[in-house]
């Protein structure tokens, strides 16, 4: 199989699986909301909270996803690149890391979110 449509098929079910992490986010986000205390921290440096923020920056996340979702959207890649060039299955497997790195890390912020909540 070449290796520029296996990219396509894995980057169309990684954006799929993108859209249930940005809902599953979202609806966090909503519940822990209200139990947070009004200042959470906001960057941790060698394991320590060394800023904190108000407490509505966990809407930060969310917002982040949709955006990288709607700029990652198939469509738009492949009327800047033409579909299965060197630069689309390029643009694309970059894609596919930067979404698994910030899986990483909306989920350790939402760990922190969910000991602080509960």
């Known amino acids: ?3 520029s449509i296996l990219i396509s098929k894995v980057y169309s079910k990684i ?3 993108h859209w249930c992490v940005t809902i599953i986010t979202a609806m966090a986000a909503i519940v822990f909301y209200p139990r947070l205390p009004q200042i959470v921290p906001t960057h941790f440096g ?3 909270a060394d800023s904190p923020g108000s407490k509505i920056t966990i809407f930060i996340l969310p917002v982040t996803l949709i955006v990288l979702g709607l700029i990652s959207a198939p469509k738009w ?3 800047r690149f033409a579909d299965y060039t060197i ?3 390029a643009v694309k497997s970059l894609m ?3 979404m698994v790195l910030v899986w990483v890390g909306v989920g350790m912020a939402f760990f922190t979110y969910y000991e602080l909540a509960w």
């Open 77 to 79: 890649i492949d009327q």
């Open 96 to 98: 596919i890391v930067i």
């Open 87 to 89: 630069f689309n299955t």
């Open 46 to 48: 060698f394991g320590v």
């Open 1 to 3: 199989m070449n290796f």
């Open 15 to 17: 954006l799929a699986v």
